[in-house]
């Protein structure tokens, strides 16, 4: 344990306490004292045995609280270890997690340089307030920024208990999060908001297990590249210096720009850059660069595709399948030419969309046989698009009410096709 210079042990305050209360012995453990990794791991891996498929990782706190007067094996003082020893108390229960389990998914919320290697990190115990929600929103924009690519945040605030606007306001934002969960010191189910709530934070839940194939395959990005699922503004738009301050706006992955609303006020102002953007919930097509404000009431985050998005989605699910999402359900804003790469643990899918004016070309190739189902998004008002009469390999088209055109095939690993627009 981490002692003070005269070799007392240091003592734990009130969360010593706190555990002492519980029956559990509280101990801030010596990274630098021979022997002493193991000795936790020992206390951890019988816990860590029980761990189920449903609650796999451990939530380890309170490292970031090592006392200032705290010595160390090695000399150091708890000042100058404050941001480093979370980092390795994280990291000790990463390694017993991935001995016992087969992976290295922890939840802790403190940490410094390299927490990246210790997913996820949340963001600890806001007030269940607006600015609150606010803070946090910019808190986890920062640690994408700061190379930490999977956060999460307690949809409702922690400290106090929300009102059913502000959760489902946060709700709307962090179910859209990389790891999402409804969490506080009282209850945080929808069902406790009223049936409205519920239903509102419903058709959320629903929205995120639909972008399933997406938000999976930005994780795959993140893993390998370091890139955030949630990006801000500027991360994604560097060359625009009119994002620098829109810390309130961002994008999930490269297509999808999420606008929550932080207030009591059912309008939020967005700024889009260059290009065109469609409402995801309206199929309005805008186009930047522009600040809009927009009408966005309780029911209504605010959502954008960008122009040439190819977005990949499933049908909606009440839980996620074992296998790769068959058919998987492809969104597409043909307004400029654009590639995405969907990477899955079965290999990758390729997309090319060659957007030519009044006509354009869609091509993919996949690691694997499934069906697809392609939604073509006007990319002019009034425009509709019809399938070109020399390519209807496909398998099934229609238009949906909002003149959206559907086209289908059957199980196969790669395809093409020509659509032309036709004026209403």
Not at 159 to 176: H, I, K, N, S, T
Not at 192 to 201: N, P
Not at 317 to 322: D, E, G, L
Request: with cysteine; aromatic share 12%; hydrophobic share 40%.
């Amino acid at each position: 344990m981490i002692q003070r210079a005269d070799q007392m042990d240091v003592p734990w305050d009130f969360w010593q306490r706190f555990t002492h209360n519980r029956g559990h012995g509280f101990r801030l453990w010596d990274k630098f004292l021979t022997g002493v990794h193991t000795d936790h791991e020992l206390d951890l891996r019988p816990a860590c045995k029980k761990l189920d498929r449903a609650r796999n990782p451990f939530a380890h706190r309170f490292g970031e609280d090592v006392p200032a007067d705290a010595v160390f094996h090695n000399g150091q003082t708890g000042m100058s270890m404050h941001n480093l020893y979370p980092l390795l108390y994280n990291e000790a229960v990463a390694d017993v997690t991935r001995q016992e389990r087969g992976h290295s998914l922890v939840w802790g919320r403190a940490g410094t340089g390299g927490s990246q290697r210790t997913p996820v990190c949340w963001s600890g115990d806001p007030a269940a307030d607006f600015d609150s929600l606010a803070c946090t929103i910019r808190g986890g924009l920062s640690m994408g920024l700061s190379g930490v690519p999977f956060w999460s945040n307690d949809i409702g605030g922690y400290r106090g208990l929300p009102d059913p606007e502000l959760y489902v306001r946060w709700a709307q934002f962090g179910l859209l999060c990389s790891h999402s969960r409804m969490h506080g010191d009282s209850p945080r189910e929808p069902w406790h908001f009223g049936e409205e709530s519920a239903k509102i934070v419903r058709r959320y839940v629903s929205l995120r297990y639909r972008l399933f194939p997406y938000l999976y395959s930005c994780a795959h990005e993140a893993s390998k590249s370091g890139i955030p699922l949630l990006r801000a503004m500027c991360l994604e738009f560097p060359d625009d210096p009119n994002t620098f301050d829109k810390d309130l706006q961002f994008m999930v992955g490269p297509w999808l720009l999420v606008a929550p609303v932080v207030d009591r006020s059912s309008k939020k102002a967005i700024y889009l850059p260059q290009g065109d953007w469609m409402g995801f919930w309206t199929g309005e097509m805008l186009h930047g660069p522009a600040t809009v404000r927009v009408h966005a009431p309780l029911e209504t985050m605010p959502l954008y595709l960008r122009g040439g998005a190819i977005l990949p989605m499933m049908n909606d699910v009440s839980r996620i399948p074992p296998a790769f999402p068959d058919p998987l359900m492809v969104e597409v804003v043909p307004t400029i030419d654009s590639t995405y790469a969907l990477l899955e643990d079965e290999g990758t899918t390729n997309f090319v969309l060659h957007a030519m004016g009044g006509e354009a070309r869609l091509e993919w190739s996949a690691s694997v046989k499934r069906r697809m189902v392609f939604k073509l998004h006007p990319a002019r008002q009034g425009w509709r698009y019809a399938v070109a009469p020399a390519e209807r390999s496909a398998e099934d088209f229609r238009y949906s009410p909002e003149g959206i055109l559907e086209v289908a095939f059957p199980k196969t690993n790669r395809g093409s096709f020509r659509f032309i627009h036709i004026s209403e």
